[in-house]
């Protein structure tokens, strides 16, 4: 029988032994063809860029990136630990030295049946191109071992640029302080009809007392003296006055006033004779009187 202590001894042996053959077997199993019998190196790099003819110098641009194999119909063999990376355009339109790394941390695989293949996130790049550069150039690559032979001598590696055309920004005006004029309510002098107050021949009715009737007094005074023994004085004053009012018609309102009596002047012939009637009849009446006296005397 064995002993405890050797059992353990073979135990940990055969574990050493089996760990060689995993970490060895594994090594060679990398460092050789695979698959069996692939013949080719179809790593494939796609590089598209947006937008797709021309830049405006300031802005940016967009690249995208895809790396793929395979496939096995086609013969590919596997690669592994695969670098990518994209380098934007310079100042003076040519890639830049320093790129953006898009593989994963030890690169990535691409197996030949084309499971692995990515596309990578975009990567914006600031277009900033010196005076006169008018073509700026941007770069992608791609590089991994191909597993074709034992000891893996080969190299599957890709570059590709991509180019866009640059223009310069259109200036746009820088604004200035510029004083606007506020229209206002300026007084335009449209002529309104306004009263000018011009005096104007208006016919007031303002009455006017204009005599237009001119009565005329003929005086017929035909005394007649018969001396009797009782003189008598019969006056036959008849005056005729005849008014003859003669209605005019004005533009203004005329207002005739009743004819005024006309009474004959002491110094006519009618009024002289007027006079001396009076004197005859006052005689007479005194007279009369002093008969009466006489007679109430006796």
């Known amino acids: 029988m064995r002993s405890r202590e050797g059992s353990l001894v073979v135990g940990v042996g055969r574990a050493l032994a089996l760990l060689a053959v995993i970490v060895f077997g594994v090594g060679a199993a990398s460092a050789h063809q695979n698959p069996p019998g692939c ?5 494939s790099l796609d590089l598209q860029v947006v937008p797709s003819t021309t830049v405006t110098n300031g802005s940016n641009a967009t690249y995208t990136v895809t790396v793929s194999n395979g496939t ?9 630990t695969t670098a990518v990376a994209l380098c934007c355009p310079g100042a003076d339109g040519q890639p830049l030295a320093s790129c953006v790394t898009l593989n994963g941390v030890g690169g990535d695989d691409f197996p030949a049946d084309g499971t692995g293949d990515i596309t990578y996130p975009g ?18 690559t791609a590089s991994g071992t191909l597993h074709k032979n034992v000891g893996d001598p080969d190299i599957a590696a890709i570059t590709k640029s991509i180019s866009l055309q640059v223009v310069p920004p259109t200036p746009t005006p820088t604004p200035t302080d510029t004083p606007t004029v506020t229209p206002t309510a300026t007084p335009t002098d449209t002529p309104t009809a306004t009263p000018t107050n011009t005096p104007t021949a208006t016919p007031t009715n303002t009455p006017t007392d204009t005599p237009t009737a001119t009565p005329t007094a003929t005086p017929t005074n035909t005394p007649t003296a018969t001396p009797t023994n009782t003189p008598t004085a019969t006056p036959t004053d008849t005056p005729t006055a005849t008014p003859t009012a003669t209605a005019t018609s004005s533009a203004t309102a005329t207002r005739t006033r009743p004819p005024i009596p006309v009474v004959a002047s002491p110094a006519a012939p009618s009024g002289m004779l007027m006079i001396a009637m009076l004197g005859l009849a006052v005689l007479w009446t005194l007279r009369r ?4 006296k006489g007679k109430d005397a006796a």
């Not at 990567?123 to 992608?140: E, F, R, S, W, Y």
């Not at 009187?289 to 009466?292: D, E, I, K």
């Open 123 to 140: 990567v914006v790049c600031p277009i900033n191109t010196d005076p006169g550069v008018t073509t700026i150039l941007a770069q992608a």
């Open 289 to 292: 009187v002093a008969v009466a």
């Open 39 to 43: 013949s080719a190196n179809n790593l």
């Open 72 to 80: 096995v119909a086609n013969g590919a063999c596997d690669i592994t």
